[in-house]
């Protein structure tokens, strides 16, 4: 089974203070909608009601939600699977009931204390200790990960750039002298794959991507320079070796993936491992010779944010999206992504764009 990234616990703080606050419509204007789940589930746990809206304090800003997106980390706290999660979500039920954990949106209004920002700014944001942006508005600091949308990029394209992307630029970036180096990507059409993907083309890796044949055509045009296609090929039998193994998806392991890096090669994983051994060899290979295990835990969300923003105005990055929905079909949405079988992103839409 695979094991996600977990967020840290002062998950359990913010998202619950969210919660305690919307129940009090001290904003005084129409009720929101919102994606509510008050217990673990399926997709059919989710109930979108009508509740109260949110009021900015000082330092906060009201946003209305235009896009945000169903990702695994959604899935986890919906569900409450890997049980590892409860104990960062809720035990026995969640301790916030609406999940999301990016979007792209408008500035509504101010606390007084905010100067980034002002009514009409168009912004995105990510935490993937949660947001609550599953709803119509959410309410978040103004020093938080956020920043203005470009002109040129739309609400759906601005939210589909961000949780994957984080991932995958943590994960790349902690490849030194990544300019002509060899890099297998496995998954290179999931969320995190196919951002990395095209990061480390930014940077000038040589990229083989792991993909189904069906998706052959995607992954070159985001700029792969060999494809090894799963659905006929075992990757760790392919003959190759390369400098690094970024496994996007988790599905291998480094024991598997030691015949395919070279003997001073490197595997980073965005999983555990099926055992959770990734994080113990990443204390313990760099001291042993030969091949190393990096497992990166993804920080500095304004940092990934600010590289991720400079490479799409630079148009060497360009999120890959799967489906959209609009966000009466959230069950739906979050049904198909817990299927496992999404490429890049999957965009829950307010409102057309």
């Not at 609400?155 to 992307?165: D, H, P, Q």
């Amino acid at each position: 089974m695979q094991i996600l990234l977990l967020p840290k616990p002062l998950f359990c703080l913010s998202r619950s203070k969210v919660t305690k606050r919307s129940k009090i419509n001290i904003w005084g204007l129409k009720k929101m909608k919102a994606a509510v789940h008050e217990n673990y589930g399926d997709q059919n746990a989710i109930l979108v009601s009508s509740i109260n809206n949110l009021v900015p304090k000082a330092d906060e800003l009201l946003i209305k939600v235009h896009a945000t997106t169903v990702n695994r980390t959604d899935c986890a706290f919906l569900t409450g699977e890997p049980f590892i999660m409860r104990f960062f979500a809720g035990y026995n039920k969640p301790k916030n009931p609406i999940t999301g954990t990016d979007f792209a949106g408008t500035v509504q209004d101010t606390g007084s204390a905010v100067a980034r920002f002002k009514a009409g700014d168009r912004i995105a944001g990510l935490n993937t200790d949660g947001l609550s942006s599953h709803a119509e508005y959410i309410v978040i600091s103004g020093n938080s990960a956020i920043a203005k949308i470009p002109d040129n990029l739309t609400f759906k394209v601005a939210v589909a750039a961000l949780e994957g992307a984080h991932y995958g630029y943590n994960f790349i970036k902690r490849i030194s002298d990544i300019e002509g180096k060899s890099v297998l990507v496995n998954g290179a059409t999931g969320a995190i794959g196919s951002a990395g993907l095209q990061f480390l083309k930014y940077h000038g890796a040589e990229v083989t991507a792991v993909c189904h044949s069906d998706q052959d055509e995607i992954v070159k045009n985001m700029g792969a320079d060999e494809t090894i296609h799963f659905n006929q090929t075992d990757f760790t039998h392919c003959g190759k070796q390369f400098d690094v193994v970024f496994d996007a998806v988790g599905k291998s392991t480094f024991g598997k993936c030691k015949k395919v890096l070279k003997p001073k090669g490197l595997y980073i994983s965005s999983e555990l491992g099926p055992k959770a051994q990734n994080p113990f060899f990443a204390l313990v290979s760099p001291i042993l010779p030969g091949r190393t295990v990096k497992f990166p835990v993804p920080t500095d969300t304004p940092g990934s944010l600010e590289y991720i923003l400079a490479r799409l105005e630079d148009d060497s990055f360009k999120p890959l999206i799967d489906r959209t929905y609009a966000f009466d079909e959230i069950k739906n949405a979050f049904k198909y992504v817990m299927k496992g079988q999404k490429i890049g992103n999957v965009v829950l839409m307010m409102e057309t764009d």
